[in-house]
């Protein structure tokens, strides 16, 4: 049952860092949206290709998600 998951897991996590972002505003929502969890920070991307968004997920890992502005 395990693998079932992990080949599920793969696929939607390569989905996940696609998303498109204009503003933080709207890469903390994606970010929210995709994961469930709760946002702790949005910050520009050190080379201006978009945001790192850092989530609290429920079991209590924090998951960082490159969030794309186009």
């Not at 079932?4 to 505003?25: E, I, V």
């Not at 890469?27 to 850092?54: C, F, M, N, W």
């Amino acid at each position: 049952m395990k693998r079932r998951h992990l080949l599920f897991a793969l696929p939607l996590s390569l989905l996940l860092n696609t998303a498109t972002a204009d503003n933080a505003d709207a890469a903390a929502e994606i970010a929210r949206a995709q994961t469930g969890g709760r946002v702790l920070s949005v910050t520009p991307h050190p080379d201006g290709s978009g945001y790192t968004v850092k989530v609290l997920l429920d079991d209590g890992r924090v998951r960082t998600l490159h969030i794309d502005p186009r």
